[in-house]
T-cell receptor, first 113, second 110 residues
């Protein structure tokens, strides 16, 4: 597709389970970003990829959160041992290169029961 | 830590009215972006301003970047129901990282 694609669009899981969220960026975009948006809040930066490397992981809230990117394309965000406070919309964005306008996907709405 | 404060948090107006929303910070940003987000969708970039004092117009929307590059405003003329959404401002620094405000939720009633 032409835009950033995220899957699943919705995920409901029990506390303590692991979840994996997927992001397909726009083809040719070298930079990829993950954000978290809690209800009533702005976007919180999680991690940034340039190519397949992640020079900045400073936004990851805890060691339960990890992310990888392969083939300078698809990225997955993994949350282990989910907690209720992890409930949020997780948004992915990509840009042609670092600093250029970011294009967002529609997000994955994660609900932890 | 850079923070962006947006006001008002909520705004409900009638179709045809004008409105202004604000984005303020104590920090200087190299650029300021405005996004609109509709329910169930990701933010969509409306405009980027980079020069202090810059004014950009996008049809009925007017964006202004403060002279000191610490604040910005978005003015909508003759609002329409299609303008309804969450308006987010985001400040850019010397790198890729964007700092987002919490947004202004605008409802335009027909």
């Amino acid at each position: 597709g032409a835009g950033v694609s995220q899957s699943p669009s919705n995920k409901v899981t029990e506390k303590g389970k692991d979840v994996e969220l997927r992001c397909d960026p726009i083809s040719g975009h070298t930079a990829l970003y993950w954000y978290r948006q809690r209800l009533g809040q702005g976007l919180e930066f999680l991690i940034y990829f340039q190519g397949n490397s992640a020079p900045d992981k400073s936004g990851l809230p805890s060691d339960r959160f990890s992310a990888e990117r392969t083939g300078e394309s698809v990225s997955t965000l993994t949350i282990q041992r989910t907690q209720q406070e992890d409930s949020a919309v997780y948004l992915c964005a990509s840009s042609i290169f670092q600093g250029s306008p970011q294009h967002f996907g529609d997000g994955t709405r994660l609900s932890i029961l | 830590t850079q923070l962006l404060e947006q006001s008002p948090q909520f705004l409900s107006i009638q179709e045809g009215e004008n409105l202004t929303v604000y984005c303020n910070s104590s920090s200087v940003f190299s650029s300021l972006q405005w996004y609109r987000q509709e329910p169930g969708e990701g933010p969509v970039l409306l405009v980027t301003v980079v020069t202090g004092g810059e004014v950009k117009k996008l049809k009925r929307l007017t964006f202004q970047f403060g002279d000191a590059r610490k604040d910005s405003s978005l003015h909508i003329t003759a609002a329409q129901p299609g303008d309804t959404g969450l308006y987010l401002c985001a400040g850019g620094g010397s790198n890729y990282k964007l700092t987002f405000g919490k947004g202004t939720l605008l409802t335009v009633n027909p």
